[in-house]
């Protein structure tokens, strides 16, 4: 009786098999690759969106042409983009090195309190710092990551000293010059 209802290790494979067949997973970065649509766009909005992001500057016809669509249904299109916030803003990448900003420094901030007014304060601070460009509440060791373009070392320490630690409920700040820009900037996967 006993050896009645015990299955070899093959047939409880075989079986499981059967009622669990094995899902393939598609590579990842396949999956990243493929645009996932959000809701109101389509596969022609996906591609004014990534010729937008590849060079603001292109005429409308010739992105209507690469779009595969007429001009004046890319026209429409792209004032929609506009409208409903998929296109925030169209500006030019300006070479940091070549007006002065080549150094590039992330700040992660510690403030001395975790409250919503601490936060309000220390980020209605930052927007009046010309010369940050990011400024991220994080998870981690940090509550704030600042990224800041200045012209060298010499620049930045006198924006730390007048400014950045005077920030207020700064508790600690921790630099990090960028010895080297891999990736910056880089437009959305879409």
Not at 40 to 68: H, T, W
Not at 88 to 99: E, S
Not at 150 to 159: P, Q
Request: hydrophobic share 45%; glycine share 6%.
């Amino acid at each position: 009786m006993k050896g009645a209802l015990e299955l070899s290790a093959r047939q409880a494979d075989a079986l499981q098999i059967q009622a669990f067949p094995l899902k393939i997973i598609p590579d990842c970065e396949r999956v990243l690759k493929e645009p996932t649509m959000s809701e109101g766009l389509d596969r022609i909005d996906y591609r004014i969106l990534r010729l937008l992001q590849g060079d603001g500057r292109m005429a409308n016809a010739e992105i209507a042409e690469r779009a595969g669509t007429s001009a004046a249904t890319c026209h429409r299109r792209i004032q929609r983009l506009f409208a409903e916030g998929f296109v925030r803003a169209v500006r030019a990448l300006i070479d940091p090195a070549r007006v002065g900003r080549g150094t590039l420094v992330f700040v992660g901030v510690v403030l001395d309190r975790s409250t919503p007014e601490s936060f309000s304060e220390f980020e209605a601070a930052v927007r009046a710092i010309p010369v940050l460009l990011d400024c991220h509440l994080v998870a981690g060791d940090f509550d704030y990551m600042l990224k800041i373009r200045v012209s060298d070392m010499a620049d930045f320490n006198r924006l730390h000293s007048a400014t950045l630690i005077g920030l207020p409920g700064v508790r600690q700040t921790r630099t990090f010059f960028v010895m080297k820009e891999v990736i910056d900037n880089a437009p959305l996967d879409l």
